[in-house]
Nanobody, 120 residues
Framework: QVQLVESGGGLVQAGDSLRLSCAAS????????MGWFRRTPGKERELVST????????TYADSVKGRFTISRDNAKNTVYLQMDSLKSEDTAVYYC?????????????WGQGTQVTVSS
């Protein structure tokens, strides 16, 4: 099993920055990839960004490209999401997730979520 704990959310103004952190514990060696998702009431869950454990290959949703940066610190088993130039439409609950063994896309472990609110 893997446990994920997010932190770093909060209330900011448009144009500000925030950095989210996701600390993983447990069987972290089984994780092939980690990702950040977000959910806004009335909308479907959106995959924001991913990063693979071995190569560090990253992906981004078009809505955040050029503004968000995902990174990892393997020594700390922590993944970060640096969010710059925040917009009101970035307001959401952000979830960290991790894949199970042998998968780069099946996210089976989830954090509790952290609220990000961007005021315009």
């Amino acid at each position: 099993q893997v446990q994920l704990v997010e932190s770093g959310g909060g209330l900011v103004q448009a144009g500000d920055s925030l950095r989210l952190s996701c600390a993983a514990s447990g069987r972290t060696s089984s994780i092939f990839a980690m990702g950040w998702f977000r959910r806004t009431p009335g909308k479907e869950r959106e995959l924001v960004s991913t990063i693979t454990s071995n190569s560090g290959r990253t992906t981004y949703a078009d809505s955040v490209k050029g503004r968000f940066t995902i990174s990892r610190d393997n020594a700390k088993n922590t993944v970060y999401l640096q969010m710059d130039s925040l917009k009101s439409e970035d307001t959401a609950v952000y979830y960290c997730a991790a894949t199970g063994p042998g998968s780069l896309s099946a996210y089976v472990y989830w954090g509790q979520g952290t609220q990000v609110t961007v005021s315009s």
